[in-house]
């Protein structure tokens, strides 16, 4: 194949590694349902992970930015709370940090 | 299985129905896609590398995550690993649509789930749940997410390299903004406060000790075990008091 510059090799092997991973859980889930039933164990602890994967990334991200970043996440939360709809909370988020900086930088 | 039920199909009309109806969550991932594009272009990925990953792997948390990551050298084995990993919820999800899926073919089945994500899953599941026998659905429903979730990315990625530095627009904060949403839709009550509590003082402290993207493992790890030791004591209890 003739070298493409719009293609970096570690980055195509990254979003191949990527798809086949991520395409083997969603394989996985339905050809073991095909086969056995999972215990309790296993279903809280799958349960619990996707909550936890996304704190695990948000707090250290959250506190590097400092009281910024905790206010807009804050403000993020608040609108889900709210019921608010994914793009509503990520213009709350967004403009959050955009007014504390006007403010600060103006 | 109720015996009275007409079975399981799989029909063009199915998909078309589920397309339909599903345009309107789309067109809101869209916005999603959007900043995907926009991130995936301020960490250098080209157009067509941007749309290849939205192509191939359709898993907004997991691309979103990959360009947290991303850095130079590319750490290639910590981004699929942690891509997978958040993805595991998709394992119950798919499982969970073996009444629909199981009685059909291995194509049709294992084609479909490849069009698993959490908007689409969610409006089937409901859909099955209202009696639906067209499985169908579920294909055309993540086929109108996979097009605009494609179409927004590509977008995303030319749009944003006409725009100012990120800071300026707030957009630095837009992948945070985006788990940050996530997870406050997945929040389940009071029985995700320790797990949560615990997987984010346990990123945090790993974050400052260890290099690269160890922390978010250790994190969801250290939250899930968590969350399952509490669970499974709940249970006991419960279970001793109703045997009592």
């Given at each position: 194949m003739a070298p493409d510059p719009s293609f970096h090799t570690p980055t195509v092997v990254t979003i191949l590694g990527m798809a086949v991973g991520v395409y083997l859980i969603r394989f996985a889930g339905l050809f073991l349902a095909r086969r056995v039933t999972p215990s309790p164990t296993v279903e809280a602890f799958l349960g619990h992970l996707p909550g936890a994967m996304f704190t695990a990334l948000i707090v250290p991200a959250v506190v590097q930015g400092g009281l910024l970043y905790i206010g807009a996440a804050l403000a993020t939360l608040a609108s889900v709370k709210v019921r608010a709809p994914l793009v509503v909370s990520l213009l709350v988020g967004v403009g959050t940090v955009l007014a504390f900086r006007s403010v600060t930088h103006p | 299985m109720n015996p009275i039920d007409p079975p399981i199909r799989f029909t063009l009309d199915g998909v078309v129905r589920g397309y339909v109806k599903t345009l309107p969550v789309a067109a809101g991932v869209a916005v999603f896609g959007l900043a995907y594009g926009l991130l995936a272009g301020q960490h250098g990925l080209s157009l067509t590398e941007t749309g290849l990953m939205s192509a191939l792997v359709f898993a907004g948390s997991s691309q979103m995550l990959a360009l947290q990551l991303w850095d130079d050298p590319l750490p290639v084995a910590g981004i699929v690993l942690a891509a997978v990993i958040i993805n595991f919820r998709y394992l119950i999800m798919t499982a969970a649509l073996k009444p629909w899926?199981?009685?059909?073919g291995r194509v049709a089945s294992y084609g479909s789930v490849?069009?698993?994500?959490d908007e689409n899953w969610a409006i089937s599941i409901a859909e099955m749940r209202a009696?639906?026998?067209?499985?169908?659905f579920f294909a055309g429903s993540g086929l109108a997410l996979w097009s605009f979730w494609l179409v927004s990315g590509l977008a995303g990625r030319l749009f944003?390299?006409?725009?100012?530095?990120?800071e300026r627009l707030g957009l630095d904060f837009i992948g945070t903004a985006v788990f940050t949403a996530l997870a406050g839709r997945m929040w389940r009550g009071r029985r995700d406060l320790w797990p949560w509590l615990a997987a984010g003082v346990a990123a945090l402290l790993s974050s400052i000790a260890?290099?690269?993207?160890?922390y978010l493992l250790i994190g969801g790890l250290t939250g899930s075990l968590l969350g399952v030791w509490q669970d499974t004591r709940r249970a006991t209890r419960e279970g001793l008091s109703h045997g009592a």
């Open positions: - | 899926l199981g009685p059909l490849f069009f698993t994500a009696g639906g026998r067209d499985a169908g944003g390299s006409a725009l100012p530095a990120p260890l290099p690269g993207a160890w």
